[in-house]
């Protein structure tokens, strides 16, 4: 079992940024790719950004190409996501999830924490 926890979301205005992290206990993290998703009230949820095991490869949205950036550190176990040049349709719930491999799919994902708001204002 593998037990994720984001944090680092907030308040922010439009421009701004924010990094968020997911930390992992129980197995190590090292043996898994990371997601980051989100969900907008009346929304489903959607792919953010992923990173393979190794770190090696990362996936990204469209919509958040250039402006967001997926990294892990296997030595601590964490993964993070740094958003910059916030948007207000950024604003969502964002989701941490750890699975075989990265993919955009969330029914890939076999873990999931509980999310981080982040809001962007106008």
């Known amino acids: 079992q593998v037990q994720l926890v984001e944090s680092g979301g907030g308040l922010v205005q439009a421009g701004g940024s924010l990094r968020l992290s997911c930390a992992a206990s129980g197995r190590t993290f090292s043996g898994y790719a990371g997601g980051w998703f989100r969900q907008a009230p009346g929304k489903e949820r959607e792919f953010v950004a992923a990173?393979?095991?190794?770190?090696?490869?990362?996936t990204y949205a469209r919509s958040v190409k250039g402006r967001f950036t997926i990294s892990r550190d296997n030595a601590k176990n964490t993964v993070y996501l740094q958003m910059n040049s916030l948007k207000p349709e950024d604003t969502a719930v964002y989701y941490c999830a750890a699975g075989p491999i990265a993919t955009m799919a969330p029914p890939s994902y076999n873990y999931w924490g509980q999310g981080t708001q982040v809001t962007v204002s106008s």
């Open positions: 990173v393979s095991w190794s770190g090696g490869s990362t």
